[in-house]
């Protein structure tokens, strides 16, 4: 079995759009389905997983202008842990995390991953 390569990253080049590629953890909860992503702890929900990805869409991107307006996007990546590459100097990586641990200490047994590449 291939092993799953679960590193999130931002290609930053100031003044331009950002390429994001994304770990999303999908679960139910009650009636409703979550995307959940440990790199920027941020949720998303709706009623099916459809639904839950077009949310964290329109989430991510007002995250991203936030911190794009603010210019504090590198600060707060590097709070949240994201380092950034010494080879390429536009890019980010996300701390390493294990979805399966993750999920575990919340009590949940059945989810699944899904790797989303977004532009902001």
């Known amino acids: 079995m291939a092993k799953m390569d679960f590193k999130d990253r931002i290609l930053y ?3 331009k759009k ?3 590629k994304i770990t999303l953890i999908g679960f139910r909860d009650g009636d409703d389905f979550v995307l959940y992503s440990p790199s920027f702890d941020l ?3 709706g009623t099916d997983e459809e639904t839950a990805l077009n949310s964290f869409r329109e989430t991510i991107i007002l995250y991203i202008d936030y911190v794009k ?7 707060d990546l590097i709070k949240r842990g994201w ?3 010494q080879l390429a ?3 980010y990586t996300a701390p390493d995390y294990n979805p399966f641990d993750i999920m575990s200490k ?15």
Do not use: H, M, P
């Open 69 to 75: 307006n603010e210019d504090t996007l590198v600060k």
């Open 18 to 20: 950002l390429e994001i």
């Open 83 to 85: 380092k950034k590459n």
């Open 43 to 45: 949720y998303a929900y």
């Open 89 to 91: 100097n536009t890019k």
């Open 106 to 120: 919340k009590g949940v047994e059945s989810f699944n991953v899904k790797r989303i590449v977004e532009y902001a």
């Open 13 to 15: 080049k100031k003044g």
